[in-house]
Each structure stands twice: as C-alpha cells, then as structure tokens.
C-alpha cells in the first residue's frame, strides 16, 4: 500500500486523537461515582424497606398503647362510679357493700395490671420509635449523600461528553484528507491491536510493541520509497518514519 509521507504522518495525529477518546471513553466507564452510586442504592433500598416494617411495628404499638390507654381508663371510670356510689351512701345492705368493696380490690388490681401492661407497651414504643428514627436518619443521610455523588458523576459525565465532542470536531478534518485504503487499514488494525494501529518508528524500535527491529528489517525499510506503508513484522501495526526513526 502506497500513501503520502504526509498522510501517514497525519496517521499519528489521528492516533493521538483516538487514544485520548479511548481514554474519555473508558474513564466514563469506569467512574468510581457509578460504583459509589451502586451501593448507595443498595443500601437506601434496604434501609428503606426496613424502616418501611418499622413503621409498621411503630403502628401497631401506637394502636396497642391507645387500646391499653383506654383499658386503663374504662377500668378507672368503672372504679370511680363505685366509690362515688359508695361515699353518697348509695348502697346501704352490708352484703352489697361488701361486695362492692372486694369488687373495688378487685378493679385496683385489674388497674394495676393494666398501668404495667401500659407502661411496657409505651416502653416498646419509645425503643420502636428510637429505632425508626434511626433508620429515617440513616436514610437521610444516604439520600443526601447519593445526590452529592450523582451529582459529581454528572458533572465528571458532562466534561467527558463535551472532550469526546472536542475530539470528535478535531478528528473530522484528518479524517477527509486520508486516502480511503489508508484509513481502513488504520481502522482495521485498532480493532483487532487494543485500539493503537499505528507506532513511530524511533531508535530503530517500534513504539507500538516496543519491539527493536533487526538489522535486515532496517535495511529493507530504508529500500521502500517515502510513500510505501511499512509495517512492523512484530505487530502488524503500521510504522511512521520520522526524523528519529534511526535510519
């Protein structure tokens, strides 16, 4: 394949063009945000979910304080109806006040009981209550943290859009002035070589595989006109002579 001296210098250029796209590319890839923003979410859909089930516990020990609250007092209102008819000498057999009497023991007991009860479900619901707070601090927090990331990613996303743009307008004009063969060739090799299809020949060694070519390859490279296109018989990658190639 033959081509200008010149156009496989612009080879280079394009190269250099494509690598630092290569590298954008890659980079938006690979961004820790992304990463970040994985576990992030992660956690925020578990802390949400377990804050979704303590709420529900917080709820039910709501309605159980409410229904021992109301146990408590419609025992209290049972007992003040029997002392108030007792003091206003409403009840004047002595059996019947006997027995109101122990039925009096009896409600302080059954209020007793119930205070206890009372007492240990509003203790249940400080801890339930403690323990969604928590979780709703947590999730605020991770909520806070995953818009500072995002955030940052977006940004970093926006550079690399508006670089890979930048590349992309520099690498038009190239483009147009490579013959149709050359460039082909040129397309061809950085799929199936890592992305880099062409190397400067410099010090009589590829910079491409690093390779040092023999004394036979430089004797027949500086047989070939300035328009022959060389290539490296280690990588295949096609060799730009320059002023440093050591010729």
Not at 105 to 131: F, H, K, P, W
Not at 230 to 246: A, D, F, M, P, Y
């Amino acid at each position: 394949m033959k081509a200008a001296a010149e156009a496989q210098q612009k080879l280079l250029d394009l190269q250099k063009l494509d690598a630092a796209a290569d590298q954008r590319r890659h980079q938006r890839a690979t961004l820790p945000e992304d990463a970040e923003i994985a576990t992030l979410t992660v956690r925020r859909s578990d802390v949400l979910g377990r804050s979704r089930d303590q709420q529900i516990v917080v709820d039910d020990l709501v309605s159980a304080q409410e229904k021992a609250d109301a146990d408590v007092e419609q025992v209290k209102t049972r007992r003040k109806r029997d002392r108030d008819r007792m003091d206003q000498g409403l009840i004047s057999n002595p059996k019947d006040l006997e027995r109101m009497q122990h039925e009096l023991e009896s409600l302080e007991r059954r209020i007793s009981t119930l205070e206890d009860e009372e007492l240990e479900v509003m203790e249940d619901l400080e801890g339930a209550q403690r323990d969604l707070a928590a979780m709703q601090a947590d999730l605020a927090e991770t909520d806070e943290r995953l818009a500072v990331v995002t955030a940052a990613r977006d940004q970093k996303v926006a550079d690399l859009d508006a670089d890979l743009a930048r590349i992309a307008t520099d690498r038009e004009p190239i483009v147009a002035v490579l013959p149709a063969d050359l460039l082909a060739l040129y397309e061809r090799l950085r799929a199936s070589k890592n992305g880099v299809a062409v190397a400067e020949l410099q010090a009589r060694q590829c910079s491409g595989c690093m390779m040092s070519l023999d004394p036979l390859e430089i004797a027949d490279i500086r047989t070939k006109d300035e328009d022959e296109v060389v290539r490296c018989e280690q990588c295949q990658r096609i060799l730009v002579r320059t002023g440093e190639s050591g010729l």
